[in-house]
């Protein structure tokens, strides 16, 4: 989708004039159209991983390396409140 989404602007389209044909693909909201927000959130991200390719490659290897020495933190437990105690 974001391809489309660039494209489509180097062609001098407006996000207003995209977003009715784009759809999204799978999810909750899955067959419907993003909102102009979401384009455009996904645009800034987009365009922040342009110009910081460096930081993103570090991030990707930093996570690797926590899940190789499987330092990752799984899922918190639930703690139960203070009423039922």
Do not use: C
Not at 22 to 45: D, H
Not at 51 to 63: G, K, M, R, S
């Amino acid at each position: 989708m974001l391809h489309t989404v660039l494209r489509r602007r180097a062609l001098g389209e407006s996000v207003e004039q995209i977003q009715p044909d784009l759809f999204i693909p799978t999810g909750k909201r899955k067959g419907q159209n993003p909102s102009v927000a979401s384009i455009y959130r996904a645009l800034a991200e987009h365009a922040k991983r342009e110009a910081y390719p460096e930081a993103v490659e570090a991030a990707h290897a930093d996570f690797g390396a926590l899940q190789a020495a499987s330092e990752v933190p799984g899922p918190r437990l639930a703690l139960p409140d203070r009423a039922s105690l």
